[in-house]
């Protein structure tokens, strides 16, 4: 499973950040934070333009991330996958089949040993690991869990991309709108 040899992945905090993805090759996108009341106009904009969107569910003000949140999603507003830090969530796109993304914070080798069970329990479509700028991490999670992974957060460089993809990532998220080719 891949995102059609996508390897960046733009990723839009708003209305305008949308409006410079369509312009852009990409297929793929990330919705970051929205409000609940815009953000199907906000996917039927990206959808207009030949974008699938995946959202980030946790950051979506004014809707609870929980299972009836994700049938939501799901059946009214459509998305082509789900990114979530929660089990639970990712496990009710799934049966959705929608791509369910878990997003895994490597803080210390705690969180590593957290996450990595959950992601064996869960086991989601793609891992997305943040911070994205460990490709170190990035490899090892690769190697382990035989999922691909997506890298995100504090990517800011070309070589970092180049880096992180030589680590075996699959793709990177960003919001750095020069990295957006």
């Not at 199907?40 to 995946?54: D, P, Q, R, T, Y």
């Not at 059946?75 to 089949?97: E, F």
């Not at 382990?144 to 793709?171: C, F, N, R, Y």
Request: with cysteine; glycine share 6%.
């Amino acid at each position: 499973m891949s995102f059609n040899g996508q390897t960046v992945i733009p990723a839009a905090h708003n209305h305008r950040d949308v409006e410079k993805i369509l312009s852009l090759d990409a297929e793929y996108m990330v919705m970051l934070e929205t409000q609940v009341g815009q953000l199907k106009s906000l996917v039927n904009l990206a959808a207009s333009g030949g974008k699938k969107v995946i959202l980030h569910a946790d950051l979506i003000h004014g809707l609870k991330n929980d299972e009836y949140a994700v049938d939501f999603l799901c059946q009214d507003v459509r998305p082509a996958g789900i990114i979530s830090t929660r089990g639970n969530v990712i496990l009710k796109a799934k049966q959705h089949k929608v791509l369910a993304i878990q997003r895994l914070f490597m803080l210390d080798s705690s969180a590593f040993t957290k996450g990595t069970a959950l992601v064996q329990k869960i086991k989601p479509d793609y891992i997305e690991l943040l911070p994205g700028i460990l490709p170190t991490m990035v490899e090892q999670m690769t190697e382990l869990l035989h999922i691909p992974v997506i890298a995100g957060g504090l990517i800011t460089t070309q070589a970092q991309v180049d880096e992180i993809l030589a680590a075996k990532a699959t793709a990177i998220t960003t919001s750095q709108k020069s990295l957006w080719k």
